[in-house]
T-cell receptor
Framework: GQQLNQSPQSMFIQEGEDVSMNCTSSSIFNTWLWYKQEPGEGPVLLIALYKAGELTSNGRLTAQFGITRKDSFLNISASIPSDVGIYFCAGLRGAGSYQLTFGKGTKLSVIP | NAGVMQNPRHLVRRRGQEARLRCSPMKGHSHVYWYRQLPEEGLKFMVYLQKENIIDESGMPKERFSAEFPKEGPSILRIQQVVRGDSAAYFC???????????FGPGTRLTVL
């Protein structure tokens, strides 16, 4: 089946640093979504992207939908301890699609 | 709290028993999706339901697994004769429409002894 490749798998950063993670696919997706999951909880939607080239922000988070529609990245600026968690990208293929395809996640640890 | 609700949050079963997982979608949402997450993995689609209808169950194992979303009450994911490999976190999501953003519940963590 389709896969989304997320990198890096994990990262350790100092509080205050900026973070960048990305997601690539061999197939085109028409919607990209970024979720955050904390231990013992379900994924929480952070940002949704609907158009190729779109750049969207949500507070300190910024995400972009790649022009080729085969990739997306998420940036977190000025990280804080509560940013800790696993960040998942997910894609929807196109009109009428509803099956989210998830990456394996990027585990973020923030050192105070 | 108008979010997606799932219960129980944790469920322990012995091999051969049945597991019933419940999901109440967000208010106003009539589309429900079930996903399974194994440790260190992303979520994998299992089944998509609208009220009283299964739309797509292509991600669900053909044996032992079933899902329903009755006219009244929560959606139920049922696993009969559980095996150790069924141990996972099961998440329900809901949306107001089939192509809309999906909002997830907190999950049910199933452990099969």
């Amino acid at each position: 089946g389709q896969q989304l490749n997320q990198s890096p798998q994990s990262m350790f950063i100092q509080e205050g640093e900026d973070v960048s993670m990305n997601c690539t696919s061999s197939s085109i997706f028409n919607t990209w979504l970024w979720y955050k999951q904390e231990p013992g909880e379900g994924p929480v939607l952070l940002i949704a992207l609907y158009k190729a080239g779109e750049l969207t922000s949500n507070g300190r988070l910024t995400a972009q939908f790649g022009i080729t529609r085969k990739d997306s990245f998420l940036n977190i600026s000025a990280s804080i301890p509560s940013d800790v968690g696993i960040y998942f990208c997910a894609g929807l293929r196109g009109a009428g699609s509803y099956q989210l395809t998830f990456g394996k996640g990027t585990k973020l640890s923030v050192i105070p | 709290n108008a979010g997606v609700m799932q219960n129980p949050r944790h469920l322990v079963r012995r091999r051969g028993q049945e597991a019933r997982l419940r999901c109440s979608p967000m208010k106003g949402h009539s589309h429900v999706y079930w996903y399974r997450q194994l440790p260190e993995e992303g979520l994998k689609f299992m089944v998509y339901l609208q009220k009283e209808n299964i739309i797509d169950e292509s991600g669900m194992p053909k044996e032992r697994f079933s899902a329903e979303f009755p006219k009244e009450g929560p959606s139920i994911l049922r696993i009969q004769q559980v095996v150790r490999g069924d141990s996972a976190a099961y998440f329900c999501a809901s949306s107001p429409g089939p192509e809309a953003e999906q909002f997830f519940g907190p999950g049910t963590r199933l452990t099969v002894l």
